[in-house]
Nanobody, 128 residues
């Protein structure tokens, strides 16, 4: 089994920045895509960003384009989410997800059900 652990969440004022980290541990695996989702109170989980492990091609939700940047460190099996110009609407629990290469049959990185592994999430709160 693969474990994902997020860190870096917290309380920040609108316009501020935070960087989230997600480290993979457990059995060795080769991710095809790692991504970030978020879920605010009373709302469904939504796609935020994803990165293809080989090559580093990135994908973003329209709501975060130009403000958030996803990146990865292959040697550390870690994915990051740099969040800037934060808004109160960004308040949510942010969760890291990974798609295992050996389980790849299609490409549907914006769907939470497509991913194989999930972290517990880290709270991000943006005050006005």
């Amino acid at each position: 089994q693969v474990q994902l652990v997020e860190s870096g969440g917290g309380l920040v004022q609108a316009g501020g920045s935070l960087r989230l980290s997600c480290a993979a541990s457990g059995r060795t695996f080769s991710p095809y895509v790692m991504g970030w989702f978020r879920q605010a109170p009373g709302k469904e989980r939504e796609f935020v960003a994803a990165i293809r492990w080989s090559g580093g091609v990135t994908f973003y939700a329209d709501s975060v384009k130009g403000r958030f940047t996803i990146s990865r460190d292959n040697a550390k099996s870690t994915v990051y989410l740099q969040m800037s110009v934060l808004k109160p609407g960004d308040t949510a629990v942010y969760s890291c997800a990974a798609k295992d290469q050996i389980r790849l049959y299609s490409d549907n990185y914006t769907s939470a059900e497509w991913y194989d592994y999930w972290g517990q999430g880290t709270q991000v709160t943006v005050s006005s």
